[in-house]
């Protein structure tokens, strides 16, 4: 039983594998993008093993798609056969979007950390009840920052026909397991 169970994983291993080589992204991954947020972004807090920025400092940062990656970065989302037109609308929705959304993560940033800086590195640093105002203005600018996320997904949304979100929607959920 143990070759037939060896045999039918490597079969399975084998066609995921020629299925990842045949996909290629619509555009490749905006290296430059990534260096330039890192920079802007600076040090990880204390606390940080690793950073995701801007994304890490949206209220909600994992359950949302990123559907400008999907469609344009992500290595099935050649499968959609957007147009020139709808590549450069979905370029655009990112120039636009995303220098306000970098900007708020950096104001969020260098607000927890203040709290992080007040509260964590003393035994006798601020009382909990001091910060609260500011955990509202962080939670604030963090909802802010979602709702960007929210019209930047609407915007693509309506750039994609319905027949190419829904393939979208195939490789990128497959993708994220």
């Known amino acids: 039983m143990k070759p037939i ?8 291993s084998t066609l995921l594998l020629s299925t990842l080589a045949i996909a290629k992204p619509n555009l490749p991954p905006p290296v430059e993008d990534f260096v330039k947020m890192e920079k802007m972004a600076g040090p990880a807090g204390a606390f940080t093993t690793k950073e995701n920025f801007p994304k ?9 798609p990123y559907l400008v990656g999907m469609t344009l970065y992500d290595p099935s989302s050649s499968n959609l056969g957007l147009s020139k037109e709808q590549i450069e609308a979905i370029l655009k929705i990112k120039k636009e979007l995303m220098a306000s ?7 969020v940033k260098k607000l927890e950390l203040e709290v992080v800086e007040r509260i964590s590195f003393k035994h006798d640093g601020a009382k909990a009840k001091d910060l609260y105002p500011k955990i509202d203005e962080i939670a604030k600018l963090k909802a802010e920052l979602t709702k960007i996320h929210l019209d930047c997904i609407e915007k693509v949304k309506a750039v994609l026909t319905p027949k190419q979100f829904e393939e979208m ?3 990128g959920i497959v993708n994220m397991f």
């Not at 959304?101 to 104001?107: F, G, P, Q, Y």
């Open 169 to 171: 929607l195939d490789y």
């Open 101 to 107: 959304a970098a900007e708020k993560a950096l104001i």
């Open 56 to 64: 890490d400092y949206f209220l909600i940062p994992k359950n949302l």
């Open 5 to 12: 169970a060896t045999i039918a994983t490597i079969i399975t």
